[in-house]
């Protein structure tokens, strides 16, 4: 499969981790997995509860009935036909992932439906907002010319003097998208910059920016609301830019404009 696809939901992810979905889709996200790294990536992460999480049930994952578990995964032919080779490939992975549920029940269940909140970084609860918002635009949204550089530059300086960036029509435009409009929003008392776009290929896409303390951060990508994010810091603020465009697509347009606010 080609990278280039729809990050699943950490939503979706976290109920395939539970057997919370219907075959058919339980056979999607396997499929998914099998063929794509940052998917199987994604569900380890979250079946983990990140590593401190790991070692901590360590003792205990070690008492886990593996072999019981095991021996149901061997008794699903279904999956076996359907995904071959590379299905096995990943029999042991999905051995542990098991085993790892179990103690996961036992020790706090809750703990993999908070995962994406608090086991990935605490800023996700802005990106879920702003997805949420998002979510809503279609392309006749946006519909209408590209405004006016002069008219971009009047938007982007009440941004500033809120957010303390040296916006220019420049430093926010993407390759691809048209820029549509900047605007101003607030998420729990904090300014929260939203600069929308339109993408031929895609549609909506926004890039979003809001003071932040936690620090830099490399790039991470997640998927939220049917859309992929790309999100990242600077010492003094977070990004994020959202879209349907595939994960692939958006990490090279984020690539672009970082430096151009860690200059």
């Known amino acids: 499969m080609s990278s280039d696809i729809r990050m699943p939901s950490d939503e979706d992810l976290t109920a395939f981790l539970d057997g919370e979905m219907s075959p058919q889709e339980m056979d999607r996200i396997t499929g998914l997995a099998n063929s794509n790294e ?30 019981r578990l095991e021996a149901m995964l061997a008794g699903i032919p279904t999956q076996e036909r359907k995904h071959g080779a590379s299905f096995a490939s990943r029999r042991g992975f999905f051995g542990a992932l098991a085993a790892s549920l179990v103690i996961g029940v036992i020790a706090d269940r809750t703990y993999l439906r908070l995962g994406r909140s608090i086991g990935k970084d605490e800023g996700s609860e802005w990106r879920l907002a702003v997805a949420q918002y998002i979510a809503l635009y279609t392309a006749d ?52 910059a939203q600069i929308v776009y339109l993408d031929p290929e895609s549609g909506p896409m926004a890039l979003c920016i809001i003071h932040s303390d936690d620090g830099a951060k490399a790039p991470d990508v997640e998927g939220c609301k049917g859309m992929n994010v790309v999100y990242w810091s600077t010492a003094t603020h977070a990004f994020m830019l959202i879209g349907h465009a595939p994960v692939s697509r958006l990490r090279e347009i984020a690539n672009t404009i970082r430096p151009k606010f860690t200059a």
């Open 38 to 67: 940052e998917v199987a990536a994604r569900i380890e992460f979250l079946a983990a509860g990140g590593s401190s999480f790991r070692e901590a049930f360590a003792p205990l994952l070690e008492q886990a009935p593996k072999e």
């Open 141 to 192: 949204t946006l519909a209408g010319p590209v405004p006016p550089a002069d008219v971009q530059a009047a938007q982007l300086a009440r941004i500033d003097s809120k957010l303390d960036l040296a916006l220019s029509p420049e430093t926010v435009a993407l390759p691809g998208p048209d820029f549509k409009r900047a605007q101003l929003l607030q998420y729990e008392d904090r300014p929260l």
